[in-house]
């Protein structure tokens, strides 16, 4: 008996779910003719890979993890084959965010002192995430005027 209550719960909430994603065709079904065809696009489903991507995106347009992988800044070269790396890997916007970010610490870091074997020395082990974080944050203090 408990059985065949999961069973027709899973099958409501399986109707209930295509209408959702296809309600002109799940009008006027009754439950076990929704939860049929639910059950078939679900076996489809399981197919497929869950974080698949479409075919059309080229690689620029998905997801970037590597704003969140760590920079190399134990020297200048390290850190500028990591920017590499974020150039071929991340969108385009995000590039050119992450380069705005670092033009911005060379200028307004102090610790920096305008040198970038300094500034990348202290964004060692930061990912480009974390680095336009820092300068959201910079910027977004408030100044100290004495007018």
Known sequence: MK????????????????AVLQPE???????????????????????????R???TLTHKDRASPVMDTPLDGTSIETFTAGLEHLDE????????SVMSALDFLLFYDIGARRSKERLYARLNGKSPNEILEKVHKTRNQPRNNKD
Do not use: C, W
């Open 89 to 96: 890997e991340a969108t385009e916007e995000e590039y050119r």
């Open 53 to 55: 991507v479409p075919e």
């Open 25 to 51: 065709e799940a009008l006027g079904r009754d439950a076990s003719e929704a939860g049929e065809s639910t059950m078939t696009a679900a076996s489809e489903d399981a197919k497929e890979p869950e974080n």
């Open 3 to 18: 059985q065949k209550h999961i069973i027709s719960s899973f099958l409501l909430a399986s109707s209930a779910y295509l």
